[in-house]
């Protein structure tokens, strides 16, 4: 069992940037991040290989934010550049099974209890 902890969430301006980091207790393969939006359904942000090398991104965030991972501290980050009020959301850590980097809900076996992002104009 993985426990997820998210942390770097606030209240910033239309531009401002923000970063966000998921500690793991474990080690862990594929990890992710999702958002859900007031009234929305979760969705997927970004998502990283074990390695590092494969990296994905929902077309919303690419060119403003960047996912990285520390393996020797279990840990995972969101850089978040130029945000806008259309990123206000709680962001949700994940943590799969597969090597790969899944833009998958269903790859993912463990969450973290979300951090919320809220950006205004």
């Known amino acids: 069992q993985v426990q997820l902890v998210e942390s770097g969430g606030g209240l910033v301006q239309a531009g401002d940037s923000l970063r966000l980091s998921c500690a793991a207790s474990?080690?862990?393969?594929?990890m992710g991040w999702f958002r859900q939006l007031p009234g929305k359904e979760r969705e997927f942000v970004a998502s990283?290989?074990?390695?590092?090398?494969?990296?994905r991104y929902a077309d919303s965030v690419k060119g403003r934010f960047a996912i990285s991972r520390d393996n020797a501290k279990n840990t995972m980050f969101l850089q978040m550049n130029n945000l806008k009020p259309e990123d206000t959301a709680v962001y949700y850590c994940?943590?799969?099974?597969?090597?790969?980097?899944?833009?998958?809900?269903?790859?993912?076996?463990?969450w973290g209890q979300g951090t919320q992002v809220t950006v205004s104009s």
């Open positions: 990283i290989s074990r390695s590092g090398a494969i990296t």
């Open positions: 474990g080690q862990t393969l594929s």
């Open positions: 994940a943590a799969g099974s597969s090597i790969l980097a899944s833009i998958s809900e269903e790859m993912y076996d463990y």
